[in-house]
């Protein structure tokens, strides 16, 4: 079907009805009916079914009740969650026996969680960050971290500042001649304590004391999220030693 140069596209739907449809709709059932002539300048009243053809005279068209057409739009929503609920009580019926055998040992439960992908663990780091309460620390060795690295790290860290939470980072000696990572000290102020080592252990963060993440591979894609108390406690002695 062929435009003309002059007819423009008129396409919403009924949450967002446009002023001369909201405008002319209202004059339609103040009215009782409204002249096919002046629904011009808003065709999405016969498009989304709020005008109907006048049975008696062709010239004009009758408003459909906004009861009515607030029903036939609920419908289909209603009946989507309708299904939804089912969905959610099938799921949880499925799930049902294997929440019986978790429950067995709950000090496990979450214990040591695998995290395979930069995106997922970047996730986790946020939220534990997010949640810190007293305790931040952090190991950071190599000789050089990415300035995205250190943008992430200060994203992270800014929001805890002024908030009593005491941290302390870790870094080799080498980190005391990187540019980058002075800015990043800089940025970050007093509040976060530094220190530097000839050598320190891998990569380690621990929340609290409630929760450490360290890598588990040497690209750093797969990392292991620890909510085990008693290795949780044994990583904060490795990092206070």
Same mark, same amino acid.
């Given at each position: 079907?062929?435009?003309?140069?002059?007819?423009?596209?008129h396409?919403?739907?009924h949450?967002?009805l446009c002023?001369?449809g909201?405008?002319?709709?209202?004059?339609?059932?103040?009215?009782?009916?409204?002249a096919?002539s002046?629904?011009?300048?808003?065709?999405?009243?016969?498009?989304?079914?709020?005008?109907r053809p006048?049975?008696d005279?062709?010239?004009?068209?009758?408003?459909?009740?906004?009861?009515?057409?607030?029903?036939?739009?609920?419908?289909?929503?209603?009946?989507?969650?309708?299904?939804?609920?089912?969905?959610?009580?099938?799921?949880?019926?499925?799930?049902?026996?294997?929440?019986?055998?978790? #429950? /067995?040992?709950?000090?496990? =439960?979450? @214990?040591?969680?695998?995290?395979? !992908?930069? $995106?997922?663990i970047?996730?986790? *780091?946020?939220?534990?960050?997010?949640?810190?309460t007293s305790?931040?620390?952090?190991?950071?060795p190599?000789?050089?971290?990415?300035?995205?690295?250190?943008?992430?790290?200060?994203?992270?860290?800014?929001?805890?500042?002024?908030?009593?939470i005491?941290?302390?980072?870790?870094?080799?000696?080498? #980190? /005391?001649?990187?540019?980058? =990572?002075? @800015?990043?000290?800089?940025?970050? !102020?007093? $509040?976060?304590?530094?220190?530097? *080592?000839?050598?320190?252990?891998?990569?380690?963060?621990?929340?609290?004391?409630?929760?450490?993440?360290?890598?588990?591979?040497?690209?750093r894609?797969?990392?292991?999220?620890?909510?085990?108390?008693?290795?949780?406690?044994?990583?904060?002695?490795?990092?206070?030693q």
């Amino acid at each position: 079907m062929r435009t003309e140069p002059d007819q423009k596209v008129h396409s919403h739907t009924h949450a967002d009805l446009c002023e001369p449809g909201t405008r002319l709709y209202s004059e339609a059932l103040r009215e009782g009916r409204i002249a096919r002539s002046e629904i011009s300048p808003a065709p999405c009243l016969m498009d989304l079914d709020l005008l109907r053809p006048d049975p008696d005279d062709a010239e004009w068209l009758r408003p459909v009740a906004p009861t009515a057409a607030l029903a036939r739009l609920l419908d289909p929503l209603e009946k989507e969650i309708q299904e939804r609920r089912r969905m959610t009580v099938t799921l949880a019926d499925a799930f049902e026996p294997f929440m019986a055998l978790g #429950a /067995r040992d709950p000090s496990m =439960t979450h @214990a040591i969680t695998v995290l395979e !992908g930069l $995106e997922r663990i970047n996730d986790s *780091l946020d939220r534990a960050v997010a949640e810190c309460t007293s305790e931040l620390l952090t190991v950071q060795p190599g000789k050089g971290r990415s300035a995205q690295t250190f943008g992430e790290a200060l994203r992270r860290v800014r929001p805890l500042l002024g908030r009593g939470i005491r941290m302390r980072t870790l870094y080799q000696h080498t #980190a /005391r001649h990187q540019p980058i =990572t002075l @800015a990043y000290l800089e940025r970050i !102020g007093s $509040e976060v304590e530094v220190r530097t *080592l000839e050598e320190i252990i891998d990569r380690l963060i621990i929340v609290d004391r409630k929760v450490a993440f360290v890598p588990a591979s040497r690209d750093r894609t797969i990392a292991l999220e620890l909510r085990h108390q008693g290795l949780v406690e044994y990583l904060g002695g490795v990092f206070d030693q």
